[in-house]
């Protein structure tokens, strides 16, 4: 299995071109998801996905000798699909700002990997969400809930040609270690408050 981490946005909704270097006081948040999927136990490569959009972080990851795959950049969906066709594993790709993440959640995660299933979403609820006072853009239904995407996904890559027309299958994983993800500045002063 393969841990991909996505680190190469621009950090528009932060408005910070240094999103993933924040945190310092503990390590800059793209060492910590490293770190979570190293302390897992259960990869055997992990990768950062980074691009000309994230110099700094790309620079962080090269001096802390993390394997990067770099992509031009275009958007999310493109740069993954880049990386996925140049694979032949199964995949766990996370975002790269979850400062919540630990080893315990992705081993959880990675027990509700079906081979059967190409791409399986992890999401949450919105009233899980809520209950923490987060928010989230991307909506949609699911068991008859609206639900949020968490930017974890399980994919088995040598199963992809494109990503149009991809069945998604999708879990439910109500935990702060997977829903707190760092989108806003109102992220990140929850966090500091927690």
């Known amino acids: 299995m393969i841990g991909i981490v996505m680190a190469g946005g621009k950090g528009t909704r932060m408005n910070l071109d240094g999103e ?3 945190l310092k006081y503990k390590k800059p948040i793209i060492l910590h998801v490293v770190d979570s999927l190293k302390n897992s136990n259960l990869f055997s490569k992990i990768l950062v996905i980074t691009s000309t959009n994230s110099p700094k972080t790309k620079k962080l990851l090269e001096e802390n000798d ?7 950049g275009i958007g999310y969906v493109e740069d993954l699909h880049l990386v996925l066709k140049s694979l032949d594993d199964i995949v766990l790709v996370t975002s790269g700002d979850l400062p919540l993440l630990d080893d315990d959640i992705i081993q959880k995660i990675v027990k509700q990997y079906e081979s059967d299933k190409i791409w399986t979403s992890i999401l949450v609820t919105k009233n899980f969400l809520s209950s923490l006072g987060l928010e989230s853009d991307y909506p949609l ?3 008859n809930q609206v639900c949020h995407y968490t930017g974890i996904s399980l994919v088995n890559s040598n199963k ?3 990503l149009g027309n991809l069945e998604e299958n999708y879990v439910i994983i109500d935990d ?3 829903a707190f993800n760092l989108n806003s500045k109102h992220d990140y ?3 500091s408050t927690a």
């Open 141 to 143: 239904n699911f068991d």
């Open 176 to 178: 702060k270690r997977i």
């Open 160 to 162: 992809i040609t494109s």
């Open 189 to 191: 002063d929850l966090l």
């Open 66 to 72: 993390i394997e990067i795959f770099d992509t031009p």
């Open 20 to 22: 993933k270097l924040l």
